[in-house]
């Protein structure tokens, strides 16, 4: 029975154990998304104050900003003693006094900065370690933050040492933002401060290592009355007044119940304004929606006539390439033609300049004299005679060769006398 009990007991030992360890992890978030969000809207509110005035020292956005950086720098990092041995090896100078329980100072985001930071080109780092001015840790880490924003070199600086990891994971315990997949939004977002130009001095108030950074959550806190709730902010603030004012009697505790007439009307204005405010709206939106509706149906009339035009265009188009299509096989046949026309003029013309010159020539003289007999008035065989003599060369030399000269007379005399002609 009591190794019972003992088992029992021990049993629920861990079971609180492990609502300890998701209650620890479940504030470790909260705690980090509160630290990015909030470290989102200040450099929003940086960017748009850049825009009407110079940010320097004095201006309470950057002030802001700065403590909620060194607030996600220094979140989960490692207490100094734990990695003391390793600072030695690499022969890092430490801030503080050496003890047998480690270094009288508490670690800053700067010990990690100027380790995972080296390999960034033309570094600040050296500068800020020889600064006379500033002595403690934090202080440095505070000049760091100026100097990187007046070079615009901030998120290249954060970029470079989260890409250590093997860096980060000797000074920051698990659970840190630096650590997190917060880290990449965390680069990401300074990146937007490239473009403000900053004047700092360095040998301020605000390089005091002294006094840890406190933010100022007021100017991103915003509070939204919802519409369904009872009573209005003045309400509930001359309620609690009133209470405050009287003795604090269980009976007199939190609001009245009864609320008077006057309340009651304010209440009644304040809906019927919405009402009306919600009718206006109405009718605005059914006009513009009608509105839309016609537009939508000459939209429709419109597109309708379009795909009439483009069928009627289409249907027009085939019937032009049909008939273009006959006529280029039309002038295909008519060239064909052409081509076999010009073949048999051309076999013809070699054929007839084959023959005899002479042949050619009688030939004609005897297509001429057929032209002037198909054209005369009289057809006789004499004329025919005739035409052959007087047109023919041949004709004369074969008249020659009978020796009658009583009847025929020469050629040159019947080319030349007028009075042989035929009437």
Partial sequence: MASRSLGGLSGSRGGGGGGKKSLSARNAAVERRNLITVCRFSVKTLIDRSCFETIDDSSPEFNNFAAILEQILSHRLKEISQSCRWLAHLQIPLQGQVTWFGYESPRSFWDYIRVACRKVSQNCICSIENMENVSSSRAKGR???????????????????????????????????????EANMLAGMLLGLNAIDFSFCLKGEGLDGNFPAVIDYTPYLKFTQSSDSISSDEEELRTLGSSGSESSTPENVGPPFIMDENSWFNKCKRVKQKYQLTLEQKGYLEELLRLRENQLSESVS??????????????AHKLEKEQLEYIIVELQDQLKSCQSLDQLSADVSLSQTSLDPGQSQEGDGKQDTLNLISEGKEDTPSLLGLCGSLTSVASYKSLTSLKSNDYLASPTTEMTSPGLTPS
């Fill in 143 to 181: 000049a760091w933050i100026r100097v990187a924003l007046m070079e615009k070199h901030l998120s290249e600086y954060i970029s470079t040492a989260l890409r250590d990891f093997k860096t980060t994971r000797r000074f920051y315990e698990d659970g840190a933002i630096v650590l997190g997949e």
């Fill in 302 to 315: 419109q597109n309708k006539i379009l795909l009439q035009r483009i069928e009627d265009s289409d249907l």
